[in-house]
């Protein structure tokens, strides 16, 4: 199966429920099909990828979508506990967040994201996000899934 | 009559008696000795000790230390008493002083924290308002995209207003988030030719056409952070476009060097602006016509202003009704900004 045919979950992690709405309106508009949840801070992302708390595992391959400023759990906590855990460590992730302070990029590399979005323009720039993420998702191979769990 | 005596007999008489002479010499000059020694030191040791001290209080810089007293009473002993007195002077001022630089420490201290905590709920203010603002935005625009034709033509003006003010609180947010960052995250300074900043705002900001920005001296090389200068001459070139009444306006700029301070002045041939609102200008959120005229923050002159006193320099208005306004601000040759960084 190469890119363009198989599914990749999409997870937005974000506490704005317009911004969701938003996002899905830009995917419906940009015709991608991929299938998107959404967490609304760190603690629910953690517990969907893992299929706890009663929650239903996100099948992979998946991409993240990771806003930075949340209750709970903020986005580099998130990270933090993402890396860590062998089994999740090797998720994309992109940030997507108003913040454009110098600190907040790099310490959003520094966990190895896969880009760094800004939410700014009108409409916060979801259309170009939805663009990118088109192509991006027809073009690029993602970690392959693995069987059991991981040591 | 002569007696003889026995030569023998007679020089031993003058033996004697020269022997007890240089006897008592010896005595007299050992006690003159002793005396003047016992003189000498009794002068000498409250002297030394004073020296010392002196020396001492000069090393350790303790005016706590006094010169010992061991004779009042004398010349000496008074000398030693003054030197005392004023050690104890020195050392009263001394305290006072330390006491007034403390308390002018945790001064300064305090208004650093309290500037820093007022920057940094700028930056908060305006970067978390933003959201719901882009939201207000985002949902005006769907109603407008999914049911634009169910509405009357008034609701469709009512929509557009909602959000054009939406615009509207964005740049002032942008401008409040710019505010308050000014001093706490300049780039570098480094070697930077002026004019070449000045060509980078005509570029951005003098529409083509019979607008004429020319620089009536030469402008300098200077270092500085080239944001700074940038945000500086790009206000007041858009501010005197913004403002002007004519499309063929002229503004001119103009550079001096005063001592070891660059001056700079930009003069348009606007509308001027009356003097009673030459303080207000530089205000926060100040605009002189509302802003369904001439769109604005009204933060651009707060900006400048900002931004020059962070660089140490200082600026000032020349304007009245009918006769231009020319902005002069000066700009110290060698400036290191404050370069903390407030990470949110």
């Not at chain 1, 990029?105 to 663009?131: C, M, P, T």
């Not at chain 2, 002068?43 to 030394?48: A, K, Y």
């Not at chain 2, 945000?231 to 403002?243: C, D, Y």
């Not at chain 2, 900006?303 to 009245?320: N, P």
Request: hydrophobic share 40%; net charge negative; with cysteine.
């Amino acid at each position: 199966m190469n890119a363009s045919e198989r599914q990749v979950h999409i997870l937005m992690v974000d506490d704005d429920d317009v911004d969701i709405r938003a996002m899905q309106r830009s995917f419906r508009k940009a015709g991608i099909d991929h299938p998107l949840a959404a967490a609304r801070d760190g603690v629910e992302a953690l517990e969907v990828l893992r299929g706890a708390n009663g929650k239903d595992r996100l099948p992979r391959p998946c991409l993240i979508l990771l806003d930075l400023n949340m209750p709970r759990m903020s986005g580099f906590e998130f990270l933090r506990e993402l890396r860590r855990d062998p089994a999740l460590s090797d998720s994309v992730v992109f940030v997507q967040t108003t913040s454009d302070a110098d600190s907040d990029k790099a310490g959003a590399y520094r966990h190895n994201v896969s880009g760094y979005l800004i939410k700014e323009g009108s409409g916060g720039g979801f259309d170009r996000l939805a663009a990118l993420l088109n192509q991006y998702l027809d073009s690029v191979e993602f970690p392959p899934a693995r069987t059991g769990a991981q040591a | 009559m002569v007696t003889k005596i026995d030569r023998k007999e007679a020089f031993a008489a003058l033996e004697r008696s020269s022997v007890s002479l240089a006897s008592s010499l010896l005595i007299t000059g050992g006690c003159v000795f002793l005396l003047s020694l016992g003189v000498a030191r009794r002068m000498m040791t409250p002297i030394v000790d004073l020296a010392s001290t002196a020396r001492r209080v000069e090393s350790e810089s303790d005016f706590s230390l006094r010169a010992p007293l061991m004779v009042a009473g004398d010349e000496i002993g008074e000398l030693n008493q003054s030197f005392n007195k004023m050690l104890k002077a020195i050392g009263d001022r001394e305290c006072k002083l330390r006491e007034r630089e403390d308390r002018l420490r945790a001064a300064n201290e305090e208004l650093r924290r309290s500037n820093a905590e007022l920057e940094q709920f700028a930056y908060v203010a305006s970067h978390d308002l933003k959201s719901p603002l882009r939201a207000i935005d985002n949902l005006a625009s769907w109603i407008d995209e999914d049911s634009g034709e169910l509405l009357t033509n008034e609701s469709k003006a009512d929509l557009e207003l909602l959000r054009s003010r939406v615009r509207r609180m964005d740049c002032l947010l942008d401008a409040l988030l710019e505010y308050s960052r000014i001093g706490q995250q300049e780039d570098e300074s480094r070697s930077i030719s002026v004019a070449e900043i000045v060509d980078q705002c005509i570029a951005l900001h003098v529409p083509p056409g019979d607008f004429s920005v020319t620089a009536t001296t030469r402008l300098p090389e200077m270092v500085a952070p080239p944001g700074a200068l940038l945000r500086v001459f790009g206000n007041l070139i858009s501010n005197a476009i913004k403002h002007h009444d004519r499309r063929d306006g002229r503004i001119e700029i103009s550079w001096r060097k005063l001592d070891d301070t660059h001056e700079f002045t930009v003069r348009d041939d606007g509308p001027g602006i009356d003097p009673r609102f030459h303080d207000r200008v530089f205000e926060l959120f100040q605009t002189l016509k509302r802003r369904d005229e001439v769109e604005g923050s009204g933060m651009g002159l707060a900006l400048v202003k900002k931004t020059v006193e962070a660089m140490g320099g200082r600026i000032r208005i020349e304007s009245a009704v009918r006769s231009g306004t020319a902005f002069t601000f000066s700009w110290p040759e060698t400036t290191t900004p404050a370069s903390g960084h407030v990470d949110i």
